[in-house]
Structures are given as C-alpha cells and as structure tokens.
C-alpha cells in the first residue's frame, strides 16, 4: 500500500507543485491526498487514465457507454479512475451517477481540486493519460463525435483517446497529444454568501430567461431556480452568454418579433457578467418557482403511449411516426392539444396533427404504434400504424395541433380560435417524432394532455406549406387563398463542395391574418429568410435566422396578428452547405443531398437528405386582426 501511495504522490506532486522541489513538498501533498478519503488502492499498472465528469453534465452522460467500452477494452494493462471535481456533489448523488450508467470503475470526488489543479482540468468529460513519468502524454477529447458546444456529427471518424492508448501498448508515444475539450466548464470556486442590489436584479434577469428550460426535469441538464444551481455553475453561465450560445433563439429579433423570445439584451449580459465577475451571490434561500401556464389547468383527458419507447443508446438521431389513439363518448370540441415529453433529455421535437374518424374506420387501435421514418416512406408508415380508413381511403389529416421543442410553450389562441371537433373515434399523429442522438440507453414515455371546449370554433385556423411537400407550382389551396408561383428553385440536390441558394414563392389572392411560422431544414441548412412583398412594393419581415441550427426548430408566434395583403408575395431563401466547413454535415467527404419528394418513397425522411419548409398558420383577414394580442 505504501508504495502504491507512492506511485500516487509522484503523479500529484509533478502536477501540483510543477515547480517545486519534491522532498520540500511531499509532506503538503500528503495531507492534500489524504483528504480526498480514497476508498480504493491504486494499482501497478503504469498507465493511468483519467476522466474528468460532471453528474448534470449532458456530455458526461453520453459518454459513460464510451469509457465504458474502453476499460473493458484496455483494463487489463491500464487502469481507469473517475473524478468529479468540486464540493458540489453529493456522495449519493455520485454514486448514482455511476450506478445508472452500470460504471465498474474506480472513482472519487476531488473536492479540493487537488487531482482538478494537478491536471489543469477545466472542462468535462476530459482525458488525461499519464505514463509511469508522471507525464501527461495526452489530453483532451475522447473523440469527434461533438464538434463544438450544442453540436453533435453523425459520424465519429476520429478516436483520439483509443488511438494513444494502442500506441502507448505498442511502446510508442500518441501522435496527437492534446485536443481542446468540449463540454461543461469546471467551477474553481463557490460564490460567496453575501447580498447585493446587483445580485438581484442579476438572478431575476436569469429566472426569466433561463427557467423556462433550466427546472427540475426540465430539458435542460440541469435547474436553474435558486442560489445554490446558480453559484454552482457561474463560470458556465459566465461562459454561454458571453458567446451568445444561451438562451437559444435562432431568430434574428431586429428582423421580427415573437412571442416568448429567449434572448437577453446586452445591458441584462452586463449584469450578469458583472455579478459573477463580483463573486456576490443572491440570498442563499432565494428560490424562485417556475410554474408554466398549461401546469396551472388540470386536463380532460390524457391520452399516453401504449408502451415506453426503448432508445437505444447508438449516439444517432432517430426519427419516428407514432400515433395515440383514443376515443370519446361524443363528438367534442377541444381548446387545445399539449405533448407533454417523458424524458427531456432524449425527446427533440414532435410536430402532431389530429385524426378524426367516421364510420369509414371500425378500429382505431389495430396496427403499430410506432414506425422508423427512417426505413419506409410514409404511405408504408401509414399502412403499418393502419391509418387508412377501412376501404383504403386516406382520412383527413387536421392543421398541426401541437409542437415540440425544448423549451416551448404550448401555444393558446383568443377568442375561440383554433378549436377543433372531434369525434368518438381519433388518433393523434406524430408524423415526426425526434429523439436526439442519446449514448445512453434509456426509455421514454411521452404524452398528450387534451383541454375540451364548451363552445364550438368562432374562427377555423388553416395552414399551409411551401417547399417540400407543399403547395406545387400553379397549384392552388382549397380556398384559393395561395398559390404557388415558384416550386423551389433551384431544385433542391446539392453537390459535394457546393453551397447552394434556394427560394420558392407563393401569392395570396386575399387579405390574410398570419399567427405562427415554422422554417425547417436539415443538416446542411446554412441560413433562412422570408419576408412579404406587397402591390406596393412594400416589404414585411418575417422571419431571418443567419445561423441555422438543426437542434432549435421553433414554431414562432407572433406578438399580435401580422396582417399580409391580398396580391402580396411570400418569398422564401435559403442557404445550404455541402461542404466540409459545415461541422453538421453528416458525410464525410461530402455527398451529393437530395430533398424527400413524395410520400412514396422518392426521398425519405433521414436526417441526412434535406428538406425546405416553410408552414404557416393564418386566418382570413377580419378588420382588426392586426390589434389582437396572441399573448397566452
């Protein structure tokens, strides 16, 4: 055990105490070792790896699997040990940590930093691999698979920690010998316990605008409601604003403005930046509950999954129709239709329409209730979940009924607008349900909370679709209110090596009252932008995201109804990547990308084709519409 010890102390004290002499600093080293209470002995083995973990770290998570796999691997002439820096864990709360993703690795908590400082860790998950020297010979990312923060590839083609490890077995030294870590930021210190003004105003600026994701399992990795999840990750927060990463909100807000948008001006950055820099903290108690609208109504129905949905672990995106059957003594109206997301961490987004049957369908629950986009087109996914009516028929699919992102509120809309009837028998479509990429194998069990209205609809919401799989050229809707005076040009196959600028077109033939927007591309959507055309040449904003973002999809409320007058153009422009600068690209090297064209099958729904939409919710103009609040 003494020796062991040794061993230990050579690697703590070439780290620590960098320039000190050894035998001067071996007695303060010891009592710093001996605080971190290890529980277990270091073995012989003369290669050490460290990882550096967070328990509310999402990265961390995701590569549990990861270490896993290569202690299993390489246990036999390396050894693996965990540490988590900071006094901010709980014994139980590391333990479970390490319970739930089934880890047999040696760990502990490094709640003086001692291990943190030696190895000049300041961003989990890290590596660091230590010969028998005491010399960090590598350090850094596990491998490519997260290309920056937020931003996940499709593909990990490069394994730099795999990679030293079997040149270290080889008797050689890494090639690679240190990459920049991506992920959460170590905190040094906690802040201090003392109240200011500037603390204040600072923790209401981030209830505000950071709650609405950051609670209690919420889709954010971790809560943000009183002092003590703030002081804990100050450096982080610190971090995400500076680099306008957080709050997410793709929308440019000097373009148009929305409903609800999660971004904070730069004298509410100041604040904050300020106070952290300060080190002065709120009251240590000042909690701050955040309760949404929709948990202060109590459904009339709740309509679940059959079974918790399975995700595998596989680090892939997965893209899925489901359906919710269920059935009603009468034909009801209904207000509103809210997903309710079962596991926050692995649900992305969901776009739903509603089913409602007559006496064409005799059963309603015959059929699958989940099918892989991936893997068939949508006319097999509809036959597999048994959607057609019983003579084959397609039944009518309603407007989308609700929407899903991290972070969203379920929209309401005034004056009986947006009610809908149903009858005894329907299903709710999920045409697109997303789970994000998950390395952890995990279940979900989501589900729809239905609110019943007394009064039938005042005004029938309709939607409409440009781009893929929306309105064609020369086609006209229903109602004759738009009509396509371009598909989308140029067609929308993208070369290798080529960034290519697409636009498609609509007119509208009436006044017409818009409510919400929902651009939509995949991977390689660069930037997106629509604004309206008037007779007059005038132009209205719509809606402009510079930096496109796979991950945040949002549905966009305006703040009040935007009147669009007849005889007006619609256009739509965006930009694709196909290049290697694109980090979402899912090819390497690049590939030639094509959009989905049919619900045949002519283009499918993977991630990794590509799609153009643009979908809209309007109303026809009544005088007025303009000064209605779409506030919930």
Same mark, same amino acid.
């Given at each position: 055990?003494?020796?062991?010890?040794?061993?230990?102390?050579?690697?703590?004290? #070439?780290?620590?105490?960098?320039?000190? $002499?050894?035998?001067?600093?071996? /007695?303060?080293?010891?009592?710093?070792?001996?605080?971190?209470? %290890?529980?277990? /002995?270091?073995?012989?083995?003369?290669?050490?790896?460290?990882?550096?973990?967070?328990?509310?770290?999402?990265?961390?998570?995701?590569?549990?699997?990861?270490?896993?796999?290569?202690?299993?691997?390489?246990?036999?002439?390396?050894?693996?040990?965990?540490?988590?820096?900071?006094?901010?864990?709980?014994?139980?709360?590391?333990?479970?940590?390490?319970?739930?993703?089934?880890?047999?690795?040696? #760990?502990?908590? $490094?709640?003086?930093?001692?291990?943190?400082?030696?190895?000049?860790?300041?961003?989990?998950?890290?590596?660091?691999?230590?010969?028998?020297?005491?010399?960090?010979? +590598?350090?850094?990312?596990?491998?490519?698979?997260?290309? /920056?923060?937020?931003?996940?590839?499709?593909?990990?083609?490069?394994?730099?920690?795999?990679?030293?490890?079997?040149?270290?077995?080889?008797?050689?030294?890494?090639?690679?010998?240190?990459?920049?870590?991506?992920?959460?930021?170590?905190?040094?210190?906690?802040?201090?316990?003392?109240?200011?003004?500037?603390?204040?105003?600072?923790?209401?600026?981030?209830? /505000?605008?950071?709650?609405?994701?950051?609670?209690?399992?919420?889709?954010?990795?971790?809560?943000?409601?009183?002092?003590?999840?703030?002081?804990?990750?100050?450096?982080? =927060?610190?971090?995400?604003?500076?680099?306008?990463?957080?709050?997410?909100?793709?929308?440019?807000?000097?373009?148009?403005?929305?409903?609800?948008?999660?971004?904070?001006?730069?004298?509410?950055?100041?604040?904050?930046?300020?106070?952290?820099?300060?080190?002065?903290?709120?009251?240590?108690?000042?909690?701050?509950?955040?309760?949404?609208?929709?948990?202060?109504?109590?459904?009339?129905?709740?309509?679940?999954?059959?079974?918790? +949905?399975?995700?595998?672990?596989?680090?892939?995106?997965?893209?899925?129709?489901?359906?919710?059957?269920?059935?009603?003594?009468? $034909?009801?109206?209904?207000?509103?239709?809210?997903?309710?997301?079962?596991?926050?961490?692995?649900?992305?987004?969901?776009?739903?329409?509603?089913?409602? +049957?007559?006496?064409?369908?005799?059963?309603?629950?015959?059929?699958?209730?989940?099918?892989?986009?991936? %893997?068939?087109?949508?006319?097999?996914?509809?036959?597999?979940?048994?959607?057609?009516?019983?003579?084959?028929?397609?039944?009518?699919?309603?407007?989308?009924?609700?929407?899903?992102?991290?972070?969203?509120?379920?929209?309401?809309?005034?004056?009986?607008?947006?009610?809908?009837?149903?009858?005894?028998?329907?299903?709710?479509?999920?045409?697109?349900?997303?789970?994000?990429?998950?390395?952890?194998?995990?279940?979900?069990?989501? @589900? #729809?909370?239905?609110?019943?209205?007394?009064?039938?609809?005042?005004?029938? %919401?309709?939607? =409409?679709?440009?781009?893929?799989?929306?309105?064609?050229?020369?086609?006209?809707?229903?109602?004759?209110?738009?009509?396509?005076?371009?598909?989308?040009?140029?067609?929308?196959?993208?070369?290798?090596?080529?960034?290519?600028?697409?636009?498609?077109?609509?007119?509208?033939?009436?006044?017409?009252?818009?409510?919400?927007?929902?651009?939509?591309?995949?991977?390689?959507?660069?930037?997106?932008?629509?604004?309206?055309?008037?007779?007059?040449?005038?132009?209205?904003?719509?809606?402009?995201?510079?930096?496109?973002?796979?991950?945040?999809? @949002?549905?966009?409320?305006?703040?009040?109804?935007?009147? =669009?007058?007849?005889?007006?153009?619609?256009?739509?422009?965006?930009?694709?990547?196909?290049?290697?600068?694109?980090?979402?690209?899912?090819?390497?090297?690049?590939?030639?990308?094509?959009?989905?064209?049919?619900?045949?099958?002519?283009?499918?729904?993977?991630?990794? $084709?590509?799609?153009?939409?643009?979908?809209?919710?309007?109303?026809?103009?009544?005088?007025?519409?303009?000064?209605?609040?779409?506030?919930?």
């Amino acid at each position: 055990m003494k020796r062991i010890k040794k061993i230990f102390l050579g690697f703590v004290i #070439f780290f620590y105490f960098p320039s000190c $002499d050894f035998l001067k600093q071996k /007695e303060d080293v010891l009592y710093l070792i001996q605080k971190q209470k %290890l529980n277990f /002995e270091l073995s012989n083995k003369p290669t050490k790896i460290f990882f550096a973990l967070d328990t509310e770290c999402p990265l961390s998570k995701q590569y549990t699997k990861k270490i896993k796999s290569l202690s299993e691997t390489y246990s036999k002439d390396i050894e693996f040990l965990i540490f988590f820096p900071g006094n901010h864990y709980s014994n139980e709360e590391v333990e479970n940590f390490i319970k739930s993703n089934d880890i047999n690795i040696n #760990f502990f908590i $490094d709640k003086d930093l001692i291990i943190t400082k030696s190895l000049q860790a300041t961003i989990v998950p890290e590596s660091f691999i230590i010969n028998s020297k005491s010399e960090i010979i +590598y350090q850094g990312l596990i491998d490519n698979w997260v290309s /920056e923060l937020g931003r996940t590839r499709q593909y990990t083609n490069k394994n730099y920690l795999k990679d030293a490890i079997d040149l270290i077995l080889q008797k050689k030294q890494p090639i690679i010998k240190k990459t920049n870590a991506i992920g959460c930021l170590i905190e040094q210190n906690l802040m201090s316990q003392k109240t200011s003004d500037s603390s204040e105003e600072a923790l209401k600026i981030i209830y /505000e605008k950071c709650a609405s994701c950051h609670y209690k399992e919420g889709p954010a990795p971790f809560p943000l409601i009183c002092y003590e999840d703030i002081a804990k990750r100050k450096k982080m =927060i610190y971090h995400v604003i500076s680099s306008n990463y957080m709050p997410p909100w793709p929308a440019d807000p000097n373009f148009s403005k929305f409903l609800g948008e999660k971004t904070i001006t730069e004298n509410e950055k100041k604040i904050i930046q300020k106070w952290i820099k300060s080190e002065k903290s709120g009251k240590k108690n000042n909690k701050h509950e955040v309760i949404f609208e929709s948990k202060k109504k109590t459904p009339d129905l709740i309509v679940p999954m059959e079974t918790a +949905y399975k995700i595998n672990g596989n680090n892939k995106d997965q893209f899925l129709m489901m359906k919710f059957p269920f059935e009603l003594e009468k $034909d009801t109206f209904i207000q509103s239709i809210e997903f309710v997301p079962g596991n926050n961490q692995v649900v992305h987004h969901v776009n739903a329409h509603l089913i409602s +049957y007559d006496e064409k369908k005799s059963n309603i629950f015959s059929g699958e209730r989940v099918v892989d986009t991936e %893997l068939f087109p949508d006319s097999i996914c509809f036959k597999k979940l048994d959607l057609f009516n019983d003579d084959g028929t397609v039944p009518p699919l309603s407007r989308s009924v609700s929407n899903y992102l991290p972070g969203s509120v379920q929209g309401s809309y005034p004056n009986g607008i947006g009610v809908i009837t149903a009858t005894k028998k329907n299903v709710i479509l999920v045409n697109d349900f997303h789970y994000g990429p998950s390395n952890i194998q995990t279940i979900d069990s989501s @589900y #729809f909370k239905i609110y019943f209205s007394a009064k039938p609809p005042t005004r029938k %919401l309709e939607e =409409i679709t440009l781009g893929t799989l929306g309105l064609k050229e020369n086609y006209h809707s229903a109602d004759t209110t738009f009509y396509c005076t371009q598909g989308i040009s140029p067609k929308l196959i993208i070369k290798p090596n080529e960034i290519l600028k697409c636009t498609t077109r609509a007119k509208i033939k009436k006044d017409i009252s818009l409510l919400t927007l929902n651009p939509h591309m995949h991977l390689l959507g660069k930037s997106f932008k629509s604004y309206a055309i008037t007779e007059e040449n005038d132009t209205i904003p719509l809606i402009k995201i510079d930096d496109w973002n796979f991950r945040w999809q @949002y549905f966009y409320t305006f703040e009040k109804m935007l009147k =669009i007058p007849k005889n007006s153009e619609i256009i739509v422009e965006a930009v694709f990547d196909n290049t290697k600068k694109n980090l979402d690209n899912p090819f390497d090297p690049p590939q030639l990308v094509s959009e989905k064209i049919d619900w045949n099958g002519k283009g499918s729904m993977k991630t990794s $084709d590509e799609m153009l939409q643009f979908i809209i919710t309007y109303l026809p103009y009544k005088k007025n519409d303009e000064k209605i609040s779409l506030k919930p």
